[in-house]
């Protein structure tokens, strides 16, 4: 099946700064991506929908200005989150459909101290 | 909006058949799936079964769809412990992104 890289695994960084998250499909273009996160013990709820070439779609209660989505290219969208506080930490995971299918990145697990 | 809904939690012995069961609201879903997740790890496709559709069978995997009740099911013949995990069934209508279940912890004993 297709391949969906995100970059990086884990990270911790301090309060106050800014982690960017890469989305990448492998083998196959995508126009659409979508970012999710995952708090502990629960369900993944979608974040926004990336779109290339435009501004991404923001689910109700995310804020924009503070997880920036760029989706620069057919196969690369990133997720910024920016002035990160503890709050933040979770699993963002990203997803791409192709076909029938929607594959999914890694995740990454994200510390904020 | 979308709902879809698992009970949380299902222990089973090692060697039995595991069903675990997933409601869902939205009568235009195209597309169902099953994925597996592992502790702190993403998530893994499973199966997935299109809504024309009433049962697919892989291997240990047999996926049952009621679309007249909205209802899923993922049975895992011959449970091992290796599938210990969460499972999370999901729908979309293919245009946007999937929908998720709140995932059922699967639990096999020795």
């Known amino acids: 099946g297709a391949v969906v890289s995100q970059h990086p695994s884990r990270v911790i960084c301090k309060s106050g700064t800014s982690v960017k998250i890469e989305c990448r499909s492998l083998?196959?273009?995508?126009?659409?991506m979508f970012w999710y996160r995952q708090f502990p013990k629960q369900s993944l709820m979608l974040m926004a929908t990336?779109?290339?070439?435009?501004?991404?779609?923001?689910e109700q209660g995310v804020e924009k200005d503070k997880f920036l989505i760029n989706h620069a290219s057919l196969t690369l969208s990133t997720l910024t989150v920016t002035s990160a506080h503890p709050e933040d930490s979770s699993f963002y995971i990203c997803?791409?459909?192709?076909?029938?299918?929607?594959?999914f990145g890694q995740g990454t697990r994200l510390t904020v101290v | 909006g979308e709902d879809v809904e698992q009970s949380l939690f299902l222990s089973v012995r090692e060697g039995d058949s595991s069903v675990i069961n997933c409601t869902y609201t939205?009568?235009?879903?195209?597309?169902l799936y099953w994925y597996k997740q592992e502790p702190g790890a993403g998530l893994q496709l499973l199966t997935y079964?299109?809504?024309?559709?009433d049962m697919k069978q892989d291997q240990r995997l047999t996926v049952l769809l009621n679309k007249k009740d909205k209802h899923l099911s993922l049975r895992i013949a011959d449970t091992q412990t290796g599938d210990s995990a969460i499972y999370f069934c999901?729908?979309?209508?293919?245009?946007?992104?999937?929908?998720f279940g709140s995932g059922t912890r699967l639990q096999v004993q020795p």
């Open positions: 997803s791409a459909p192709a076909n029938t299918e929607a594959f």
């Open positions: 083998d196959f273009q995508a126009t659409t």
């Open positions: 990336s779109n290339e070439g435009s501004k991404a779609t923001y």
């Open positions: 939205d009568s235009s879903s195209t597309y």
């Open positions: 079964i299109f809504s024309n559709m």
């Open positions: 999901a729908e979309t209508t293919g245009r946007r992104a999937l929908t």
